[in-house]
């Protein structure tokens, strides 16, 4: 294939332009800001259920305290029943009478135990309350979190969409100035190895790295200016520059 050197040349800066282009398109799909709302979302829906949960634990105990309050004041109204029976000396019988003291004492132990119990469930409510406290900061810690990384995420990505636009503009601007058999061929190549056209750098191939042999260089010094050089090595379109030390 034959192509004037400065058709050549335009083609390394259609490469240099695809370059940027899918830099900038890799950059886009990973974005570490996406990757920080991704982790924030996680954190928050394994708060949110957390919250849930503490919310549910507090209502249940609030429940089981009303119950064991309700509990003593009952064996604290019967006392007082039992008591005022006694101090009205409504009771004469021996025998009742010793069975009502006997009821109060038992009733009074009773009572004891109970207040126990509700003494019990109000740590674990002071306890489940300050769960629910921490677990509700952390959620408005992450919610605030979040709110901020997808901000710099979406200003990340319209940057680099910026950057897109523009070199996607460039690209179309400096191709056409690239005759059209020596572009499919490019766009042949870069589809099958990501860079279709590399410059020969030094006697070294910048598609591939790899330095040309003696050979090869020697061969290369006698093609005419307008032959489309391919590279022995990766098969991509050399191109001939200032700096390819021929
Ligand atoms: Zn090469």
Redesign the pocket.
């Known amino acids: 294939m034959k192509a004037a050197p400065e058709h050549q040349l335009r083609l390394l800066d259609v490469q240099q332009a695809d370059t940027a282009i899918a830099r900038a398109e890799h950059r886009a799909r990973n974005l570490p800001e996406a990757e920080e709302v991704r982790e924030l979302d996680a954190r928050i829906a394994e708060l949110r259920d957390r919250a849930v949960a503490a919310r549910t634990a507090l209502s249940d105990i609030d429940r089981e305290q009303r119950k064991a309050e309700s509990d003593v004041d009952q064996v604290r109204s019967r006392a007082d029943r039992d008591r005022a029976r006694l101090d009205a000396g409504q009771v004469s019988s021996p025998k009742e009478l010793e069975g009502l003291q006997s009821e109060i004492a038992s009733l009074q132990r009773r009572q004891a135990e109970l207040e126990e119990v509700v003494l019990e469930v109000m740590e674990r409510r002071e306890a489940a309350e300050a769960e629910a406290a921490s677990v509700t900061a952390e959620l408005e810690r992450a919610e605030a979190g979040r709110e901020a990384a997808e901000e710099r995420r979406s200003a990340a990505a319209l940057e680099i969409e910026d950057e897109r636009a523009t070199e996607r503009d460039r690209r179309e601007r400096l191709a056409k100035e690239v005759p059209e058999d020596l572009l499919a061929l490019y766009t042949k190549l870069r589809d099958q190895y990501g860079i279709g056209a590399?410059a020969l750098h030094y006697g070294r191939?910048?598609?591939?790295?790899?330095a040309?042999s003696t050979a090869e260089l020697g061969r290369i010094r006698q093609a005419p200016a307008d032959e489309v050089l391919r590279?022995?090595?990766?098969?991509?379109i050399?191109v001939r520059t200032t700096e390819s030390g021929l």
């Not at 590279?231 to 991509?236: I, Q």
């Open positions: 590399a191939c910048e598609g591939c790295k790899l040309l590279c022995e090595d990766c098969r991509r050399l």
